[in-house]
T-cell receptor, first 113, second 114 residues
């Protein structure tokens, strides 16, 4: 019940294309869903986050879509660039859990020039 | 602004040797602190978290322990390393009482047990 399932494991996109990464959860107590971006040898960095009271959040080229009834959320990267090549993690947590994050397994994104 | 420091960046240790990884946070007080481990090609697994000095909670049984001797210092230790302890260890913090509960990560320590 604590799992967050992420797909695909890897993704190859051409420059300018749209990258889409999907996550699903089961624990309805989750109320905060951040996405992290990680470059090789570095710690994950917070990219964008959403709460279940909104269905979409956009920051620049990055958009989170949230479907509360389906318990699914996704990250869309518009106009993907080679510099976006990294590993992306979805995560979930809930108020009262002391900020403990449950992570998806990660998606390795490669954007070809 | 808040910063998190984690060291060393890389470490190669023989099986059976002790381990001490240190993490400090600057620019905030009473943070929640975490140790995560990332196995190769896999997600992040929470090992320990702390909500205050001397308060440590373990999420998974293992060969490791954690301590928080000061408000903004978090230490990951082992008395005798196993081969299976190899991995990428990440320290993180979040703001105590924050509604957003977002965590901020250090740069990680690559531990190889040989």
């Amino acid at each position: 019940q604590q799992q967050v399932k992420q797909s695909p494991q890897s993704l190859i996109v051409q420059k300018g294309g749209i990258s889409i990464i999907n996550c699903a959860y089961e624990n309805t107590a989750f109320d905060y869903f951040p996405w992290y971006q990680q470059f090789p040898g570095k710690g994950p960095a917070l990219l964008i986050a959403i709460r279940p009271d909104v269905s979409e959040k956009k920051e620049g080229r990055f958009t989170i879509s949230f479907n509360k009834s389906a318990k699914q959320f996704s990250l869309h990267i518009m106009d993907s660039q080679p510099g976006d090549s990294a590993t992306y993690f979805c995560a979930a947590t809930y108020w009262g859990s002391y900020g403990k994050l449950t992570f998806g397994q990660g998606t390795i994104l490669t954007v070809h020039p | 602004s808040q910063t998190i420091h984690q060291w060393p960046a890389t470490l190669v240790q023989p099986v059976g040797s002790p381990l001490s990884l240190e993490c400090t946070v600057e620019g905030t007080s009473n943070p929640n602190l975490y140790w995560y481990r990332q196995a190769a090609g896999r997600g992040l697994q929470l090992l320990f978290y702390s909500v205050g000095i001397g308060q440590i909670s373990s999420e998974v049984p293992q060969n490791l322990s954690a301590s928080r001797p000061q408000d903004r210092q978090f230490i990951l230790s082992s008395k005798k390393l196993l081969l299976s302890d190899s991995g990428f260890y990440l320290c993180a913090w979040s703001q105590y009482g924050s509604l957003n509960t977002e965590a901020f990560f250090g740069q990680g320590t690559r531990l190889t047990v040989v």
